[in-house]
């Protein structure tokens, strides 16, 4: 591992108030040593790279111009926040991010005043700021003050409607709120949409050299003999634009685009706005994501997302894998089956690597559609597919289906169309943490009519949930599937879908059930071998359906066996409460059934790794063992012996 990179500078910076007395060069230099160390620490721990050194020179022009924590800078999505967390006194913790007892990859509250608004997914930075600017004028106190409100927006977070929703009511009620475009002409992949095309000709169309007073926009700051030739040039520059800004029509005044990493440029127009701003106005920057990396901006996703890595080569240090990912099978069975049904497409959120549709894409781009960070749309735009006819399947994390739930419910649930979810990262994720834990899908789609909710167990079911899912007209349908690798098992060429709402037993046992619903099938089958030794043999029964349920073979289970324990990876009011409503009506409880439901706590836990994080859950194979020793009894007994 190379040796950290000298600082001399940044050395001295341990809080924002420290930079207030370097000039201008020095916080050239400064910024210089942020992206340095940046580099290095996120070599160390992997995470979000590209972002965090697009916004090196705007991090230091940022803090060096205005007053945090008093005046508040919230960051959109936050993946980019590690040079804002190396300024603001956590470098010293800096090598701990996104693990356990870490520092959060996100900004977030709890962790430093510095962090006003915390954030992991997109477009929410302008409501906040809004709402931190109406809680200022209205005198809101809370510690430190409220000054200025500034939303650094970017990376894609633009292409949500909540954005603009945020800009329309802030145009209207006119409070002074300043908002950053951090234009980078990336999300997490390439730039898809209208708002991209339109973005990228106010670039073209800004003379960045003779016009650069007018492209700044900062018309009623020039001397007043210079105003009127500004005037006509800015005429010019919106000519390019079509008849100017739709952020103008929205009520902010506009200035850009601007050279993000000219500091020279960033400083004038930040303390400029500083002292004239006294309405919304919005600076739109053109940065370069991964910039001053040479690996990471080669890279199709510009260093968005990396483990750990030689500073030198960039080479990423990947665990080699055993298995198949889940998203791999997930995507190649799709393909497999899209090949022989031309109905079959696709949509995501802006996440086509993540959810594996770019090979998809790659195979059928003319039925692959990336509709950028608006899952709300996604939802929608797959309603109308299934209504025309297609079979979509709109694959979105669980952590981001939650954007568009009403949608799922009105758009989907109630028409009953048969659009299909493939909810990939599914239970806990690790590094990311809470903001993007899948824990919340399985209830929030079970309470819902006519839904059909499924969960793999393993790869092979994974392959035959897609099959289920293709086959299947009678409604929506979801099948959710975890992070990572699957287990090894032989994956069916051919996977023949399932019978809805039938489970199956895999090991008949007596006394305990143990009935699974999802990806910790591997964790009972180790509890089990466990509990054999203590004389112990648990049946263990797979749900794969949470709804609708397989009663036949629930019933069954609770009738003969003294005790019936469901595990998943999700929140209470899933599977494990639909289980019981269901045994509650059947009367089983008073028939003298000990029941049992292991889900994840009623808490948000916070990042480490996946095992750790399930231990601190609960849910791993000692927990397992654990839980069925107590329900027979047998803890109890040994601590009276």
Known sequence: MSERPATPLLDRVHVPADMKGLNDSELKQLAQELRVETISAVSVTGGHLGAGLGVVELTVALHAVFDAPRDKIIWDVSHQCYPHKILTGRRDRIRTLRQKDGLSGFTKRTESPYDPFGAAHSSTSISAALGFAVARDLGGRIEHGIGDCVAVIGDGAMSAGMAYEAMNNAGHLGKRLIVILNDNEMSIAPPVGAMSSYLSRLYAGAPFQELKAAAKGAISFLPQPFQEGAKRAKEMVKGFAFGGTLFEELGFSYLGPIDGHDMDQLLAVLRTVKVRADGPILIHAITQKGKGFKPA????????????????????????????SYTSVFANTLIDLAAEDAKI??????MPDGTGLNKFMDRFGSRCFDVGIAEQHAVTFSAGLAAGGMKPFCAIYST?????????????????????????????????????????????????????????ADEA???????????????????????????????????EPLEIGKGRIIREGSRVALLN????????????????????????????????????????????????????????GGFGSHVAHLLAEEGVFDRGLMFRSMVLPDD????????????????????????VLDVLGVIALEKRA
């Open 604 to 627: 948000f836990i916070d990042q480490a790794g996946p095992r750790e994080m399930y231990e601190k859950a609960g849910l791993n194979s000692e927990d397992i063992e654990r839980k």
């Open 297 to 324: 901006e080669d890279a199709r996703d510009r260093g968005h997302g990396v483990s750990k890595f030689d500073v030198v080569t960039g080479e990423q240090k990947k665990a080699k894998s055993n298995a198949p």
């Open 461 to 495: 079911e994974l392959a035959r949930m897609v099959a289920t899912a293709s086959n299947y007209e009678d409604g929506p349908i979801a099948f959710r599937f975890p992070r990572g690798e699957g287990i090894g098992v032989e994956i069916p060429e051919k996977p």
């Open 517 to 572: 619903f999802g990806a910790r099938l591997k964790e009972i089958n180790e509890a089990c071998e466990a509990l054999l030794q203590k004389g112990i043999t648990p049946t263990i029964a797979d749900a794969r359906f949470a709804k609708p349920l397989d009663k036949e073979l629930i019933v069954g289970l609770a009738e003969n066996h003294e005790a019936l324990i469901t595990i998943e990876e999700g929140s209470v």
């Open 400 to 456: 981001f289906l939650q954007r568009g739930y009403d949608q799922v419910v009105h758009d989907v649930a109630l028409q009953r169309l048969p659009v299909r979810f493939p909810i990939d990262r599914a239970g806990l994720v690790g590094a990311d943490g809470a903001t993007h834990a899948g824990a919340f899908d399985t209830a929030y789609l079970s309470c819902l009519p006519g839904f059909v909710v499924m969960a793999a």
């Open 345 to 350: 497409c696709a949509v995501t959120a802006a």
